[in-house]
């Protein structure tokens, strides 16, 4: 509701549309556990099972409509998606899950996700499974995280994620980016080799 009043007021009615729900791999209807207040960043999907001190936990949960970003696509009729950002702590490749159909048509031209050690990630998807099915349907993907950053060390923010090294695997709090467009692809690159010279310098001079 505060983000329709917003959007609202901002005049951008005509070219935002809110959809209130949770974005997954089903449509229907999701448990969450609702966040406290605006502006943080803790409501997720609820884990049955989620243990606290050898003790089951217990969590509170609110239901929510659920929906696919294909069936948002399918819904507006959209040819393509400039960016498609997902960030639902911990469960993106649920996300992901759901919009296979955009993906694998190469429909969205930039797509980023956020990876660490929570949720789906804890659970039994890996880093490694989703670059490889982004890669089969055409797309680059490369770490977009702070620098510094395990496994990424001097090497900060910006780092290819192929050729595949199981240190990537951290289950650590970062962000991928992966697009298909050659333009943008070959842009990424350059800021990778750029950031990487500039920071392998800074690192010499210590």
């Not at 009729?77 to 960016?83: C, G, M």
């Not at 694998?104 to 050690?117: D, I, P």
């Given at each position: 509701d505060?983000?329709?009043r917003v959007v609202a007021v901002s005049g951008l009615g005509s070219v935002v549309d809110v959809v209130t729900a949770g974005a997954s791999n089903v449509t229907g209807t999701l448990k969450l556990t609702p966040i406290r207040h605006a502006g943080v960043e803790t409501g997720h999907i609820a884990e049955t099972g989620r243990k606290?001190?050898?003790?089951?936990?217990?969590?509170?949960?609110?239901?929510?409509?659920?929906?696919?970003?294909?069936?948002?696509v399918a819904t507006h009729?959209?040819?393509?998606?400039?960016?498609l950002a997902i960030d639902v702590e911990g469960f993106d490749a649920l996300v992901l899950d759901g919009a296979k159909d955009l993906l694998?048509?190469?429909?969205?031209?930039?797509?980023?996700?956020?990876?660490?050690?929570v949720g789906a990630w804890r659970q039994d998807r890996s880093l490694e499974a989703e670059v490889e099915r982004m890669c089969g349907w055409?797309?680059?993907?490369?770490?977009?995280?702070?620098?510094?950053?395990?496994?990424?060390?001097?090497?900060?923010?910006?780092?290819p994620l192929r050729p595949w090294c199981p240190r990537f695997e951290t289950r650590r709090y970062s962000n991928v980016v992966c697009a298909h467009d050659d333009?943008?692809?070959?842009?990424?690159?350059?800021?990778?080799?750029?950031?990487?010279?500039?920071?392998?310098?800074?690192?010499?001079?210590k």
């Open positions: 505060l983000l329709k606290a001190g050898g003790r089951a936990k217990a969590e509170r949960t609110i239901d929510v409509p659920a929906v696919t970003v294909d069936s948002i009729q959209l040819s393509h998606v400039t960016l694998s048509r190469r429909g969205a031209q930039l797509v980023e996700f956020e990876y660490h050690g055409g797309y680059e993907c490369f770490w977009s995280g702070a620098p510094g950053a395990p496994p990424l060390g001097i090497f900060g923010a910006l780092h333009g943008v692809k070959a842009a990424l690159r350059g800021l990778t080799l750029a950031r990487a010279a500039g920071e392998f310098k800074q690192a010499q001079g």
